[in-house]
Nanobody, 124 residues
Framework: QVQLVESGGGLVQAGGSLRLSCAAS????????MAWFRQPPGKERELVAR????????DYADSVKGRFTITRDNSKNTVYLQMNTLKPEDTAVYYC?????????????????WGQGTQVTVSS
């Protein structure tokens, strides 16, 4: 079992920055593929960024490429999402997710564990 706890969300003006953190406990963190998803109001949950267990591969949604960066620190059992140049359309609940396999997973059903979510609101 893996427990995930997100932090770092909040209200920010367009053009600003936020850093989300997700602390994991339980199963060996370094064996997990980690990802950030988001769910805007009234829309489906979508992949924002994903990083494989040894950070050998990262992937981003087209809408955030060049603005967001996902990293992980296996010594701290934590994954981060640095979000720069935020836009109002980035407003959503952001979720941390973990998958037991080491693959390049893109879809919510492929992830085994989820955090409770953290709200990010970008004002124009």
């Amino acid at each position: 079992q893996v427990q995930l706890v997100e932090s770092g969300g909040g209200l920010v003006q367009a053009g600003g920055s936020l850093r989300l953190s997700c602390a994991a406990s339980g199963r060996t963190f370094s064996s997990l593929t980690m990802a950030w998803f988001r769910q805007p109001p009234g829309k489906e949950r979508e992949l924002v960024a994903r990083i494989t267990r040894n950070a050998g591969s990262v992937d981003y949604a087209d809408s955030v490429k060049g603005r967001f960066t996902i990293t992980r620190d296996n010594s701290k059992n934590t994954v981060y999402l640095q979000m720069n140049t935020l836009k109002p359309e980035d407003t959503a609940v952001y979720y941390c997710a973990a998958a037991q396999g080491g693959g390049n997973y893109h879809f919510p059903p492929q992830y085994d564990y989820w955090g409770q979510g953290t709200q990010v609101t970008v004002s124009s």
